[in-house]
């Protein structure tokens, strides 16, 4: 089943360059099986949700002290230890992302080098080198590649199938759709 321009006009009213993201969305859900109406609809919304409708492609990290507890609790337990990270995207996620998700230490800087980007959010080395294998394409050496719409829409299909993402979303979309 292939999407619609007025499918994805319902499911994601803000969307800009809807010609561009029609055709890349379409060819990442054949490419991973998002077929029927219930994945299509999960998936959709998982999407729109996570890139605020394609919108956003990227984590960009600039939050205040306060969001930063909240956040990152067992990090950040006083605004004290919030302060030198607030609104500094690359000190943060060095700090953060440090030694877990295949990264490095915070000197390494792959928390910043491997923060979160795509639709659907790709975040660790780790999980970069395994989209890499995934997709034929080398993230671990241009991270900033799952900016483009071909690359994000392929990723966000790629966890969408492989992290179980409709066994834990789907049911739920069904229902909503039903």
């Known amino acids: 089943m292939e999407l619609s321009a007025k499918q994805l006009a319902t499911a994601m009213p803000a969307l800009r360059a809807p010609r561009v993201w029609l055709s890349v969305l379409n060819e990442a859900m054949e490419r991973f099986e998002i077929d029927s109406p219930a994945h299509i609809a999960a998936f959709l919304a998982q999407v729109a949700r996570n890139s605020k409708e394609c919108r956003y492609l990227e984590d960009d990290l600039r939050y205040p002290a306060e969001a930063l507890m909240r956040m990152w609790p067992q990090h950040f337990p006083t605004l004290a230890t919030a302060r030198p990270f607030e609104r500094n995207p690359e000190k943060l996620a060095n700090f953060v992302y440090s030694n877990r ?10 928390g ?18 395994s ?32 992290r179980g993402l409709f066994e834990r979303r789907g049911a739920r979309a069904l229902r909503l759709i039903a």
Request: include cysteine; glycine fraction near 8%.
């Open 112 to 129: 910043y080098r491997y923060r979160g980007r795509g639709l659907i959010r790709i975040i660790g080395r780790a999980n970069y080198a």
């Open 101 to 110: 998700l295949g990264n490095g230490p915070p000197e390494s800087c792959d």
């Open 131 to 162: 989209a890499s294998a995934a997709l034929d394409v080398d993230l671990e050496s241009q991270p900033e590649t799952l900016l483009e719409p071909r690359k994000a829409a392929m990723s966000a299909a790629w966890i969408w199938r492989t």
